[in-house]
């Protein structure tokens, strides 16, 4: 089954297109790299696949339209740019957190559920951060701490935005190294990213948004070089502004 397919779609805001009638096949894949230089509609298509903007023709998610699934967080784990969280939480308690999509509503976190949040906090080296303030660490100590309540999800999509933001080289190459480990326990992820350097280490597709004919492209070096110069070029969009 194919990934993603788009027809005609076309999503914006107000009068204001910003993806404008796209089409693009993407075919079955774990693994989708979404690239582009800034206002080129990364962030509009995101939000379309996590259901947060509506859009006008066609977008299917393995199969099913975007607009018509009805139960995304069980699907879907979504880490967006920008997260906020606003009072005083645990780390440990807001990793614990991401299994409550697949709970019902009576349910309560078994004891279970806490072994696991402390088997992902140890995974991705932040165990010492259990039982601090999470609004009290950096910005590349929480980017860490949402990725450990994503994988506490168990969906079989991951959908990501600009996830290595705020974190450091080593860090950067974590974040793709666990991306690389889901795929290849049959996880799909979707991830906007401006980190081409590293999707060497990948296996998938790309689709780069600042091309003049989008489309779907596999991730070879010689397409990564591709797409790095384009990339590293000015961006067209702003030719036209």
Not at 1 to 28: I, K
Not at 51 to 67: F, K, M, N
Not at 79 to 99: H, I, M, R, T
Not at 122 to 129: G, K, Y
Request: include cysteine; proline fraction near 4%.
């Amino acid at each position: 089954m194919n990934l993603l397919e788009a027809q005609h779609l076309t999503a914006g805001y107000g009068q204001r297109s910003v993806l404008d009638n796209m089409s693009f096949c993407c075919p079955p894949t774990r693994f989708l790299a979404v690239l582009g230089h800034n206002g080129t509609g990364k962030s509009t298509f995101f939000k379309i696949l996590s259901q947060a903007l509506s859009y006008t023709g066609s977008l299917r998610l393995l199969g099913q339209e975007i607009q018509k699934i009805s139960n995304l967080p069980q699907q879907v784990a979504i880490l967006e740019q920008k997260n906020n969280v606003v009072f005083s939480v645990k780390v440990a308690d807001l990793v614990l957190a991401g299994a409550f999509a697949r709970k019902a509503f009576w349910e309560d976190y078994s004891p279970t559920d806490h072994a696991e949040a402390a088997q992902l906090l140890a995974q991705l080296d932040i165990s010492h951060l259990a039982d601090k303030d999470f609004t009290q660490l950096s910005g590349g100590e929480q980017q860490m701490v949402w990725l450990a309540q994503m994988m506490m999800q168990k969906t079989p999509v991951c959908l990501l935005d600009e996830p290595t933001q705020h974190l450091d080289l080593h860090n950067r190459k974590k974040v793709f190294e666990l991306m690389r480990t889901w795929t290849r326990h049959d996880k799909t992820v979707i991830c906007i990213t401006h980190d081409i350097q590293y999707l060497g280490m990948m296996e998938g597709f790309l689709l780069n948004l600042s091309a003049l004919e989008v489309g779907i492209e596999p991730i070879t070096p010689q397409n990564i070089a591709k797409h790095t110069a384009l990339l590293e070029a000015i961006n067209p969009f702003h030719l036209t502004q």
